[in-house]
């Protein structure tokens, strides 16, 4: 990692590269790879917005429902 940035004066930048140090092997694998969860993580909140949306309005079974219909459209 470059040097140069870390004396920065520059908050965000000093909080940046503390963050990318801390999990600098998740930033490595990354870059080394080219898989991803976002695929994951889109469906996981697409479900959590139905769930806000139809939140105290219905049980477990309506819920499950309703998210195998979106999910097959």
Request: glycine share 6%; net charge positive.
């Amino acid at each position: 990692m470059d040097k140069k940035y870390e004396k920065s004066s520059i908050q965000g930048i000093q909080c940046f590269i503390n963050g990318i140090k801390l999990d600098i092997v998740a930033v490595e694998n990354a870059i080394k790879y080219e898989y991803s969860n976002g695929l994951a993580e889109g469906k996981i909140n697409k479900i959590k917005l139905i769930k806000r949306m139809m939140y105290g309005r219905c049980k477990f079974e309506t819920l499950k429902n309703k998210i195998l219909l979106i999910e097959h459209n």
